[in-house]
């Protein structure tokens, strides 16, 4: 999972969380524990039952591969709307990812927004840092996800994901499939006109 995970997340709508085009390390309060590494001291707030807990559980179980446990941390309407669409969560496992939890910010009554960073190597093992808010609910089980929010397309705002109204995702997903497919056919129609006149 590299820069490309929004991006699948979007067009493959088998759920496997991932990051986007843009990059960089945002200021991140409280820090996350064994984001770093994803193993390690947990911070204070991790090991409380809170938000920043939750968020950390859920990515630490996609970066292991465990999708029964990222199913688990995602609210149960979350669960239950993409069942009956045959979604699942599918996380795809990495040894050399790596993550951050930072500021959670309340949303309204028992709603937070939880910022986070993941890397990983890229096919040039260069390591590749996006950042994506996490949408998490207060339940009887306790925080949830709902949702994410990431930057898909550089410089543009993010896009949200709606785990609990995945009819809206399959929108989504029609939308960025055929925009990825736009904005390539406009580079390549870009790329062919230097060549054209330097032949004339």
């Known amino acids: ?106 949303m309204g009554e028992g709603r937070v927004a939880v910022a986070s960073s993941w890397s990983d190597l890229d096919a040039n093992s260069k390591r590749q840092t996006d950042e994506m808010v996490w949408m998490l609910r207060k339940s009887p089980e306790g925080w949830r996800i709902a949702g994410v929010a990431a930057e898909v397309f550089e410089g543009e705002p993010p896009l949200l994901l709606d785990f609990e109204n995945p009819q809206e995702m399959l929108k989504k997903q029609q939308w960025v499939q055929e925009e990825i497919r736009r904005r390539a056919q406009g580079n390549q129609s870009r790329a062919r006109k230097p060549q054209e006149s330097m032949q004339r």
């Open 1 to 106: 999972m590299t820069r490309k995970w929004m991006l699948t997340a979007v067009a493959v709508l088998t759920m496997t969380f991932g990051g986007c085009d843009g990059s960089g390390d945002s200021e991140q309060s409280p820090p996350a524990g064994g984001g770093q590494e994803a193993s390690g001291d947990q911070s204070a707030d991790q090991k409380s039952n809170g938000p920043a807990r939750a968020t950390h559980e859920f990515l630490e179980a996609v970066r292991t591969g465990n999708d029964e446990k990222a199913a688990m941390m995602m609210t149960a309407t979350a669960r239950e709307k993409t069942a009956e669409l045959e979604m699942e969560v599918a996380p795809t496992g990495s040894d050399t990812a790596q993550f951050k939890v930072g500021e959670v910010r309340p």
